[in-house]
């Protein structure tokens, strides 16, 4: 059982590039969402889905889209990297239902020169 | 929206030692997490505990939701106890985490 599968782990762009990482479950998951961590912060939210076709923006959405278009895959897609954009992002899932613990990717360090 | 302060920012032990974190959040809440960052980066699960007291191990977790706090028990701690500490709440919806800003934990041999 993979659980939550992010690609790549590190990546470095210059400012001005767009990409997009990779968020994969296969617990079957209707909850999913991104986060971004700074240094000596905890996390952020940056958007979530609570289905397929459903997203919504979370504390520090700008600068980045996302999509659900299966339950298993939920991408996050920078537009127009900046530097201050450089942080590690995480992807998380859970079932959805009061009492339900969420579960981390093992994250997506991203570099912006 | 609900603020999560964590006490202390920094801890520095020696192996054996034991050791209580403290997470405050400023609204009752009726879920709360723990998670450990290890220090390459990725964050484990460690209690599920809106209210009560629950044990795995040597880590135990209590919450007292109606005085909006949870404490985390380390007891005998190891080296590879070492990492960052973290509470969250669910807010607004049961897929969004509040985090607080981390517990950073370092076991000496």
């Known amino acids: 059982n993979a659980g939550v599968t992010q690609t790549p782990k590190f990546q470095v762009l210059k400012t001005g590039q767009s990409m997009t990482l990779q968020c994969a479950q296969d617990m079957n998951h209707e909850y999913m969402s991104w986060y971004r961590q700074d240094p000596g912060m905890g996390l952020r939210l940056i958007h979530y889905?609570?289905?397929?076709?459903?997203?919504d923006q979370g504390e520090v959405p700008n600068g980045y889209n996302v999509s659900r278009s299966t339950t298993e895959d939920f991408p996050l897609r920078l537009l127009s990297a900046a530097p201050s954009q450089t942080s590690v992002y995480f992807c998380?899932?859970?079932?959805?239902?009061?009492?339900?613990?969420?579960?981390f990717g093992d994250g997506t360090r991203l570099s912006i020169l | 929206g609900i603020q999560v302060e964590q006490s202390p920012p920094d801890l520095i032990l020696q192996e054996g030692a034991n050791s209580t974190l403290r997470c405050n959040f400023s609204d009752s809440v009726n879920n709360l997490q723990w998670f450990h960052q290890n220090p390459w980066g990725q964050l484990i699960n460690l209690f599920y505990?809106?209210?009560g007291t629950k044990q795995n191990g040597r880590l135990s977790a209590t919450t007292v939701a109606t005085e909006r706090y949870s404490l985390l028990y380390i007891s005998s701690s190891q080296t590879t106890d070492s990492g960052v500490y973290f509470c969250a709440t669910y807010s607004g919806g049961y897929n969004k985490l509040i985090f607080g800003a981390g517990t950073r934990l370092a076991v000496h041999p």
């Open positions: 505990i809106p209210s």
């Open positions: 998380a899932s859970n079932d959805g239902g009061s009492g339900q613990p969420q579960h």
């Open positions: 889905s609570v289905g397929a076709g459903i997203t």
